[in-house]
């Protein structure tokens, strides 16, 4: 810290850490209390009126919530966890949010300095065991430390590519005075957030979308990590160019939109993934080519050229080597690349996706939404509950084929609407990450699709819900198996269904006991009616639908196979 | 292709910094041929040199990797014929050996080492020079019964563009900082 002459105030370091949580513009955090973060508890108790702390009922759902709330608003999620079985259970967020590049600082307690290093009781090295999940961390021994230290933590979570902070805090230095002032950080010098892009690179990839006959877009999170979903909307309608999206990118554009041609990857949309290797220019707009987009990389976009418009320069050529890389916040470096552009159509390309969208539609969509069979599919349910909010709710999910079927059949309006463990597929996210988004987004319904396996996984968070009587709508598609891995036992391994098959418990009583209301739906006749209360209800729901067992989602590109060989059975 | 690569890295002096930059080559199954740590010639930045033998495309990858660390100032990758390096060996041998005859003596002279200190029972040679010099002098020297042996990490300066480093580091400390201390 500069040492300056600034009008500083005397307090406690807890005080400070949530003097500078103010200063930040933090007016909720979600945490959970222990013996060596009682300092900064404490403290809280004076600024109830301030700042709002959610009590969760498990670190992992601390961090989760301040995902959700994060995802969906832009700023920076805060949650506060005590050392040792605190900050390991606030690990799996921390991954979470470090793959899927959401901004947190997460700030733990920690033993005395003195006691650092001897095994105290609760003492465990969080620094190290967060080190390669973190954008950065750092431990404070010293109160005067306290603002700076978070200054840097804000800078740099929500920063260039945002990501997750954690600040360690011994308890010595949450209990200790210093000579408190706050100066927000600007700049560090050893970090560039954002670097400036190429013009040579710019003009390049103009020429290859001018010249291209068989463009394709992948929009993925970082149009929406940018802000940038109107320049996206200006760059694809000039060029006329088709977008297709990766699973975090979903909502940047909007589903109705004429040039969207549906979701990229292994559960994605058939003509976007078959054409992917028709294609003779891929335009990557702040996505990083994972293998669940890719597939086989050797045998993915085969005949196309690359534009990589990415701010991280270590994601350029990490998976795929590209033609033009365009470094930069796609908000700023899209309106350099739509000016350069011509105007086009690509009609007859474009022609090309609606017809793989016929036959998607006649070999998987038409049955999935409305389905021949008797038994109920996730995909038709998801469909009429997104109809229901006028395709205008907030999505959130948990891991598995739930998920996969919410991000097909759910449809948006709105950018930031969609809330799902992208990177991590980590079952157990949704209904905390629910809590948070529906805390963020207060104006907007929010509705969790999840699995009876993952709801089990942080199921507790429902005493979240009961005593903050927070309004989310739960619909738990319950298949009586852990669907996703049943799903790949059933095509890879020969139906051997070890260990998948779930014997549950009641659900209703559960959410019942939890002070919800709830409703069971094991027959389609009902459904319309049931969707219709849940959503003009007050308060928090489980709508608990029986859906078939041994439902598939397809289509499905193989691990491991070309996006091309996508199966649709 | 697989070829050895110097890796120069420029950091903020902050604990934990050697396992950030160790666990981005560890994650990738990179192993690390040699590695010295020091203060570089501006107060307060750190300097690592690591010696990899991988392919051009991964060393990149990791630069960009070690670079995206917060507390990194800059990394640098070369080759062989970009850099002048060294390391150096320590040899102690029994003082009897060589004493007895001047064979000890001439690989002393020979090899360009030098005779750091005779004691009752052992003395120590020294020697700087690349791998495979120290490594040659060793084996001639185990003849004699080499008691310890030990080798540093490699140390490096630059062939080109050290002007050209030296001036961005001296940037970085002009610009208007935060730092933690
Ligand atoms: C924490 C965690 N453990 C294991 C997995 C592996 N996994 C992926 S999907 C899945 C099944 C999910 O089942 P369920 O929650 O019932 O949802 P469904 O697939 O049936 O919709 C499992 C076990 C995971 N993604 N996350």
């Known amino acids: 810290m500069e040492k300056e002459q600034k009008n500083t105030k005397k307090m406690t370091g807890s005080h400070a850490v949530i003097q500078s949580l103010l200063a930040e513009g933090v007016d909720l955090i979600f945490g959970y209390p222990g013996g060596a973060i009682m300092p900064v508890y404490d403290a809280l108790y004076d600024y109830h009126d301030k700042l709002h702390h959610v009590l969760t009922r498990h670190e992992q759902g601390a961090v989760h919530a301040a995902q959700g709330y994060a995802r969906v608003t832009g700023k920076v999620g805060v949650s506060i966890v005590t050392s040792g079985p605190g900050a390991t259970n606030a690990v799996t967020g921390i991954a979470d949010a470090m793959i899927d590049s959401t901004p947190l600082v997460v700030i733990s307690g920690q033993v005395g300095s003195s006691l650092l290093g001897t095994d105290a009781f609760q003492e465990i090295d969080v620094v190290g065991i967060t080190q390669p999940i973190t954008k950065w961390n750092f431990q404070i021994k010293s109160a005067q430390e306290i603002p700076g230290a978070l200054a840097r933590a804000f800078y740099i979570a929500r920063s260039g590519r945002p990501g997750p902070v954690l600040i360690d805090i011994t308890k010595d230095a949450q209990s200790s005075t210093l000579d408190f002032a706050y100066t927000p950080v600007t700049k560090i010098r050893s970090y560039t957030p954002v670097n400036a892009p190429d013009e040579s690179q710019i003009l390049k990839a103009a020429q290859l979308i001018n010249e291209a006959k068989k463009p394709l877009i992948l929009v993925g999170q970082g149009v929406i990590l940018g802000g940038a979903e109107n320049e996206l909307k200006t760059f694809a309608e000039k060029t006329g160019i088709p977008a297709a999206w990766t699973l975090l990118g979903l909502s940047a554009l909007p589903s109705d939109h004429p040039l969207n041609?549906?979701?990229?990857?292994?559960?994605?949309?058939?003509?976007?993934?078959?054409?992917?290797?028709?294609?003779?220019?891929?335009?990557?707009?702040?996505?990083?080519?994972?293998?669940?987009?890719?597939?086989?990389?050797?045998?993915?976009?085969?005949?196309a050229k690359f534009i990589h418009m990415e701010l991280d320069p270590a994601e350029i050529n990490k998976i795929i080597k590209v033609d033009a890389p365009i470094l930069g916040n796609v908000k700023e470096t899209l309106p350099l690349l739509t000016a350069k552009v011509i105007k086009n159509n690509h009609a007859e390309w474009r022609n090309e996706f609606k017809k793989y969208d016929v036959v998607e539609a006649e070999r998987i969509i038409n049955e999935e939404l409305k389905p021949s069979k008797d038994g109920i599919t996730m995909g038709e349910v998801i469909n009429k509950i997104s109809t229901a909010y006028n395709d205008d709710a907030i999505c959130i999910t948990d891991v598995g084929q739930h998920q996969m079927?919410?991000?097909?059949?759910?449809?948006?309006?709105?950018?930031?609407?969609?809330?799902?463990?992208?990177?991590?597929?980590?079952?157990?996210?949704?209904?905390?990450?629910?809590?948070?988004?529906?805390?963020g987004r207060p104006d907007r319904p929010v509705v969790l699709f999840v699995g009876d396996g993952g709801f089990q996984m942080t199921i507790q968070e429902l005493g979240t819900i009961f005593q903050t009587e927070i309004d989310v709508k739960i619909v738990l598609l319950n298949n009586n198996f852990l669907g996703m891995v049943r799903q790949w036992q059933e095509l890879f391994f020969d139906k051997r269904y070890a260990s998948t098959e779930l014997i549950n418990p009641d659900f209703q009583t559960i959410a019942k006991g939890y002070g919800l209301h709830v409703e069971k739906v094991t027959n389609r006749s009902?459904?319309?009616?049931?969707?219709?209360?849940?959503?003009?209800?007050?308060?928090?729901?489980?709508?608990?639908?029986?859906?078939?067992?041994?439902?598939n989602v397809f289509p499905m590109v193989p691990a491991g196979a070309s996006v091309s060989d996508v199966r649709l059975e | 292709m697989k070829q050895e690569f110097t890796i120069s890295i420029f950091s903020e002096n902050h604990v934990g910094l050697l396992n950030q930059i160790t666990n981005v080559l560890t994650r990738r199954q990179i192993n690390i041929e040699s590695l010295t740590t020091s203060e570089s010639a501006i107060k307060g930045i750190h300097k690592f040199t690591i010696v990899v033998?991988?392919?051009?495309?991964?060393?990149?990858?990791?630069?960009?990797?070690?670079?995206?660390?917060?507390?990194?100032?800059?990394?640098?990758?070369?080759?062989?014929?970009?850099?002048?390096?060294?390391?150096?060996?320590?040899?102690?041998?029994?003082?009897?050996?060589?004493?007895?005859?001047?064979?000890?003596?001439?690989?002393?002279?020979?090899?360009?080492?030098r005779i750091l200190e005779v004691h009752h029972d052992y003395a120590v040679i020294e020697k700087t020079g690349h791998k495979q010099e120290t490594q040659e002098l060793f084996d001639k020297l185990d003849k004699f019964g080499v008691l310890q042996f030990t080798r540093s990490g490699r140390i490096a300066v630059t062939r080109t563009n050290y002007e050209q480093l030296a001036a961005y580091l001296r940037s970085l400390n002009k610009e208007t900082n935060n730092t933690l201390d």
């Open chain 1, 405 to 439: 079927m919410a991000s097909r059949y759910f449809k948006f309006k709105q950018t930031r609407s969609i809330v799902t463990s992208g990177g991590l597929g980590t079952m157990g996210f949704g209904l905390p990450a629910a809590i948070g988004a529906k805390m």
């Open chain 1, 261 to 303: 041609v549906g979701m990229l990857g292994m559960h994605g949309n058939y003509g976007p993934n078959v054409l992917t290797n028709e294609a003779d220019l891929l335009i990557a707009i702040g996505m990083r080519f994972d293998d669940r987009v890719t597939g086989n990389t050797k045998a993915y976009g085969v005949n």
């Open chain 1, 526 to 551: 009902s459904l319309d009616e049931s969707i219709g209360r849940m959503i003009k209800s007050k308060g928090a729901y489980l709508l608990e639908v029986i859906v078939e067992k041994e439902g």
């Open chain 2, 53 to 113: 033998n991988t392919t051009r495309e991964q060393v990149e990858k990791l630069i960009g990797q070690i670079d995206k660390k917060i507390d990194v100032l800059k990394a640098f990758v070369f080759t062989e014929d970009e850099i002048i390096h060294q390391e150096m060996a320590l040899y102690k041998v029994p003082t009897e050996q060589l004493l007895n005859g001047t064979e000890i003596e001439t690989l002393v002279r020979q090899y360009g080492a």
